[in-house]
């Protein structure tokens, strides 16, 4: 297995990040050397080089808590590794999602917290739940809801009270998932059609002034 990485002269160890695949929040920093790197490739488990003890561990290999390769890439020297992973429960060894937990403060990552309590809240069929109650009304119920709550979101826009107009944008947000769920779409492929969108527009815009200045 061959790959252009420039590996440190002296240690033979090149630095990697790793970084939810779906949140884009950084787990963790290791380092490999190429066994390490290889394996990862192979194992699809994100294994580094320890340097304290000098051999390969595979991160979750104690606690089974693997990070599931999903992707790779490097930066443009080839000397550093940004691994895209599905972590199979908390990252660090303190019991926190990120080693940089305490320094993470991303609000829109609760959005992925909230796509998956709505998908439990499917999937477990509480009586209890206000969302369970949705799924049971069915989908018509579940759309309709989106539709009152944007109107009353529109609605609240249109007067003075802030605090009124956030939330019931809130609410429509939330019912907003709710919908996504109910047509086993998410909120990430939702962000790549318009990714997809700005970078028609991107390339447009292009044209058109490669047009213009030629």
Known sequence: MTHSLTFDASTGLIPAIVQDAQTKEILMQGYMNQESFEKTLLSKKITFFSRSRQKLWTKGETSGH???????????DQDSLLFQVHPSGPTCHLGTKSCFAESVDNSLLFL????????????DGDTKSY???LVEAGLDKIAQKVGEEAVETVIAAKNENREEFKNEAADLLFHYLVL????DTSLEQIVSVLKGRNSKRDSL???RNTKRDS
Request: glycine share 4%; proline share 0%.
């Open 180 to 183: 996504l769920k109910a047509k």
């Open 205 to 207: 815009l292009k044209t």
């Open 66 to 76: 693997y990070l599931e390769l999903v992707s790779w890439s490097t930066d443009c």
């Open 112 to 123: 992925n917290d909230l796509e998956g309590i709505i998908a439990q809240r499917f999937a």
């Open 131 to 133: 969302v369970s109650s």
